[in-house]
């Protein structure tokens, strides 16, 4: 086999993993135009790979949709089951991938939030969220996004207990002028931080639902020298596509 031939065929290889692991990872049935929302394999490519994993009983296809196929169990066994982290990494990788800006997803943990995945940008000037992060919920975007969705008695409970430090001269630390920001996150369904925790650094935060539970946050960090308003809109497109997914798993 020559060069062209044997990476052609090593590209193919990783394109029936990602395949394989975006439809175990979201756990549900997905058509082949979810996946590529996910991972960019060009419509040629996904439909013969689809063809063949299904062929190999990797998957199974019903109407439009694929779902993960018996011969995964030779693979994995004891089968538990994909957990939170494993649903969102290939969200927010594919998030960080479309627009090279550092993307994470968060959960409530106590008073603060956690990053349970994290994809950082390739870009010489970028944000870095390690997995396992702790910050604070209301200088963060995504949680801004998570505090918005607290049961009123909750909020209460944070806004008078909770110490909130001022990390810049932007941050929001005063009870009245936060609630009417998470307000306004309420109605648009997005949260906004301009430079409240770190100076220079813009950020997003889309809360992600399911059967009315909220399951955490994704969020984009943008240095404010790239931020405008075509990749706010790119990045709101974005983390509302990967929001609804994740609900749907």
């Known amino acids: 086999m020559n060069a062209s031939k044997q990476g052609e065929s090593v590209k193919s290889a ?28 060009p419509a040629s490519s996904m439909s013969y790979l689809l063809t063949t994993l299904v062929g190999l009983g990797y998957l199974v296809r019903d109407g439009r949709s694929y779902a993960a196929g018996p011969a995964l169990a030779r693979l994995s066994p004891a089968d538990s089951g994909a957990s939170l982290r494993e649903s969102v990494r290939p969200l927010t990788e594919s998030i960080r991938d479309k627009i090279d800006e550092t993307t994470a997803f968060f959960v409530v943990r106590e008073n603060e939030i956690e990053a349970i995945a994290s994809a950082i940008s390739g870009q010489a000037l970028r944000y870095a969220v390690e997995e396992g992060r702790s910050a604070p919920l209301h200088a963060f975007a995504a949680g801004k996004a998570l505090l918005a969705t607290f049961e009123p008695h909750r909020l209460d409970a944070y806004l008078s207990t909770v110490p909130r430090e001022r990390f810049t001269e932007n941050t929001i630390t005063e009870a009245d002028a936060l609630r009417r920001e998470l307000d306004l996150i309420r109605n648009t369904g997005l949260s906004h931080v301009r430079e409240e925790f770190t100076m220079g650094i813009c950020a997003l935060g889309k809360v992600a639902w399911r059967n009315g539970a909220a399951l955490g946050a994704f969020s984009v960090a943008i240095p404010a020298a790239r931020f405008n308003p075509e990749i706010e809109a790119r990045a709101t497109e974005l983390l509302v596509q990967a929001s609804a997914l994740l609900g749907q798993a």
């Open 14 to 41: 990783v394109r029936a993993l990602e395949i394989l692991e975006t439809v175990v990872a979201m756990g549900r049935p997905m058509s082949a135009h979810e996946i590529g929302t996910i991972k960019p394999i």
